[in-house]
């Protein structure tokens, strides 16, 4: 009997609006991020580590399983070259 595989499937999460990147992958190991955000910080003890230095927000529960599985993977810091700013080109 032949073994029938499904292709892998692609799924893009894209956040956009008001997303805070920096509060979604929170980078809880850099001290810079606790001394510059006081008021909008992920405490430590709320992140859902990744790694040494950066974790999930703790909304994020559902979707760490996928990376433990190593099934999701995080670009993080895309742009292109010249930017104006402005959200409405950036989001072509």
């Known amino acids: 009997?032949?073994?029938t595989r499904k292709p892998p499937t692609l799924v893009v999460l894209q956040l956009t609006g008001g997303n805070d990147a920096l509060?979604?992958?929170v980078p809880y190991g850099n001290p810079l991020y606790y001394d510059r955000r006081p008021?909008?910080?992920i405490r430590e003890d709320?992140?859902?580590p990744?790694?040494?230095d950066y974790g999930f927000h703790p909304?994020?529960?559902v979707?760490?399983?996928f990376w433990d599985r190593g099934k999701m993977a995080i670009i993080n810091g895309i742009g292109y070259p010249k930017p104006d700013y402005s959200?409405?080109?950036s989001l072509n």
């Open 46 to 48: 709320q992140v859902l």
């Open 63 to 65: 979707l760490k399983p």
């Open 87 to 89: 959200h409405f080109r």
């Open 59 to 61: 909304s994020m529960a």
């Open 23 to 25: 509060n979604t992958v």
């Open 39 to 41: 008021t909008v910080q």
């Open 50 to 52: 990744i790694d040494n």
């Open 1 to 3: 009997m032949a073994i």
